[in-house]
């Protein structure tokens, strides 16, 4: 029977004018494609001979002007059909082990057949035979591997033509060429099209590192790595490396070319700067323009060299501006401001040569008559006389009747370089200086002061005066201040007497009190000069001295009673107005109470952002929270615990999540799109949303996500400081929480995608919780993130190979990261993989290995971790399944007590033999800062273990002898000891 009986022609045309709208996708070459050939297309049929036993069949059909080969077979009546239809030999290209191959195919419902189709089959079967040669006609069922059975997702019926397409992967081909067979088994089928095709990633630049061409996949690979070379005029410091996906798609790629020193990156090649531009070292930088006062160089210049007259100075980066020597300083003026003392001041010069660093410095002469004379040293300057950078001095001990020149002159940094490096004639005009000259008037000095005379109530007081006043120049008044020596702070008076003369008695003084004495003297121009030293006198002993001490002692406590009560008073006032504001507060909109959802439903699908939130999120008024103290930073802003208190509802611990302002639009709906999504959960396990703060009149200061609030802070960090201090139950306990959350989530569909210890936060019952939900943040917030070349953030640590070969985020992929999870968990904080490149795991991982066991982990855990990070994802297990499983562990207990094996070389990552370049370690402190045990260096140097060697001879008692007490602490130092003793030092990671 002929596959097209009974069906109607016009519908085969269709089918061939479809088959040729089909495009060729990109990145794929082709090895064989049956309609392309467009000819005879020779394929080899099998039996050869069936008498009117009719097996596959070309058949030839013209459309368009174009010939088309198609082969079908339709025994459908018959018995035991085995009919073979053989392409030509499809030649290999080297490295090309994986190929696709792409059909289209008809196949009739047997239904069609009345009657007929007993035996009918709507399958059929391919296979393939590799091969170092073409065997021509020569044929042998034998040598060919069953690949795929081939079934149609469509059927054909008898009006209806159905074209199924169905792609098959061959794989792990290593011979020079293969051929395909089709095995027919008694159905009636067209095969309209077989194309067979690899993928590669095609040749490319990136960062400056050209790449070639790659075949993708092969070997079980999903990524396969490749070495790139920089281009020209660009160097790394690393090789260039990138990964080529099974999807020829290039991801991840490692070490950065950078275009040298007087070149610039223009679209992928390297290219010399222009005139007039420079690069003066290797970077990603471009060329910048010859900066001001530089000499303009010709292309591909590394720097550009001042002009004449200008300068850099030893600081001035190569790549700076030059600049001139600044003007003289203006404006100066000397002011008298008290005995023996002036103030200089002066304005900045006009041109300060393009400088910031403009400094001043002072000379000084003393001129009498024409004669002039440097000041010498006897001068002081305030702050100094030279280096100074504010425009005023203020200049002391200068002596009375005397003409002083001042000259102060500007520096910059080139007038310094200048004075060292070059010539003085080569310098443009250097002295930038003003002079000013005064006569000084010196205004009186007290000397000395003496007690004359005392009684039990008065003391007389004498002093001199320097230098001695002449008659123009006489002091025309002192002041005399004095007080009680022992006075409380708080009620010291002081009195000042103002003298005429260098003699003063003072009267109604108490007896037997000290007094402090100070006198200066203020010149007849109103100049004060110095004061006096402090001086003490003591009246005569009589009679009342105790009462009077007494009621000062009682004013003084009277006074202190007085204060605290004040302070008291207006405390508690502040406290009574704070909770009467809060007892007002009536604004409090809330939306209708959500139920969780079934599935989970995208922010993004709501066409305004605003309108999810409004949804999903209550809305709070600001004066309903108090904030307290920043616990963390965001990357909108800062995070705060703070109080919730909504009338008429309980007072609750939150913390508040806060958007910077400054923010665009978009941030402002990504920040809010995680309380979009978090306002969709409900679960003990998944962090919960109190509400949102946005509608308030002055939202842009107050936008918030308030979430309640996790004492411990986030899970990783918690877990490092508290190092060896859980048992394994509580580890579990605390996995299965996470399990349970992330169960929640996959069971409303809701893929997590950054899946890490650092994004599960911990309360004060070390209940664990899911947090961090955003949306397009898929990672931008996490500083884990590694960018791929599609643009995207994946930390790669945590992430499934199948979501970072090809983005297949699922909740399978979000079990791998659980995995993760796991190892942190059990590893107290430990970073996967320790220090390896982000490169270095994903090779790792790539050849099937995985992370070994933590210290002490059970073993029953590090099973369940390596099933979250089987290759196939299909065979993970789920969430549910792991919830399951560590419930099961949690009940009984002893099923804990089985330890993983442990390779304690391995899995502190301790350079276990060596320091971290290869060599033993040096110190005992420097083998603790390996193990992260730094904290007992102490106790190592006080018990005297101070070499290596002493450490090698320490038994597990030593170590707790000489105070390390937490078991965790005390295994790892002891496994550390172990390690060193055994002098192996091997691999990194655990292979499965
Ligand atoms: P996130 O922007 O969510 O990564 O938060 C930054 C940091 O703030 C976290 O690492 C935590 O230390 C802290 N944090 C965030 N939310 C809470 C919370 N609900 N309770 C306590 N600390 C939190």
Known sequence: MDFFTGIRPLLFSYVLIN???????????VLLDMKATGGELGWLTWPLDQGDKLGWEVVQRTLNGSQFYTYSVCNVGEREQDNWLRTTFIQRRPSASRVFVELQFIVRDCNSFDGTSLTCKETFNLFTSESDADVGTTFRKGQFKKVATIAPDEITSKNELRINTETRVVENLSRKGFYLAFQDIGACIALLSVRVYYKTCPATVKSLASFPETVAGGENQALREVNGVCVDNAISEELPRIYCTVDGEWVVPVGQCQCKPGYEEVKDVCQECQAGFFKAATSSDKCEPCPANTQRQDSGALFCPCMYGFYRAPT???TGPCSGLPSAPRDLVATTTSAGKLLLTWSPPEDTG???????????QRCEGTACQPCGEKIRYEPASTGLTDTKVSVSELDAHLNYTFTVEAHSGVSLFMSDAEPRANKPPSTSALTTSLLYTDPPKITTMRLVERSSTSLSLSWDVSPR???????????LTYCKKDDNLDVTTFIVLKQEKNFAQINDLAPGTAYLFRVQAFSSDGSAGGSSMEEQFETLLGEQSNSTAIIIAAVGGATMLFIVAMVLFVRRRKRNSHTRQGAEDTYF???????????YVDPHTYEDPNTAVLKFATEIHPSHITKQKVIGAGEFGEVYRGILKVPGRKEVAVAIKTLKPGYTEKQRQDFLSEASIMGQFSHQNIIRLEGVVTKCKDFFKHAMIVTEYMENGALDRYLRDHDGEFASFQLVGMLRGIAAGMKYLSDMSYVHRDLAARNILVNNTLECKVSDFGLSRVLEDDPEGTYTTSGGKIPIRWTAPEAIAYRKFTSASDVWSFGIVMWEVMAFGERPYWDMSNHEVMKAINEAFRLPAPMDCPSAVYQLMLQCWLQDRSKRP??????????????????LKTIADFDPRVSIRLPSTSGSDGSPFRSVSEWLESIKMSQYSENFTCAGVVTMDQVLQMKNEDIKNIGVRLPGHLKRIAYSILGLKDQTSTLSVFAV
């Open 316 to 318: 001035d980066p190569p």
């Open 354 to 364: 393009g400088r910031n660093d403009i400094t001043y410095s002072i000379e000084c």
């Open 19 to 29: 088959g040729i709208l089909i495009t060729l996708q990109t990145k794929e070459e």
């Open 589 to 599: 909109s809330s939306s209708e109470q959500l139920k969780p959802l079934k599935t």
């Open 878 to 895: 789920r969430f549910g399944d792991i919830v399951n499983l560590l419930d099961k562990l949690l009940r009984s207990p002893d099923s």
């Open 469 to 479: 006043p002449r008659v123009q120049h006489r002091p025309i008044r002192y002041e």
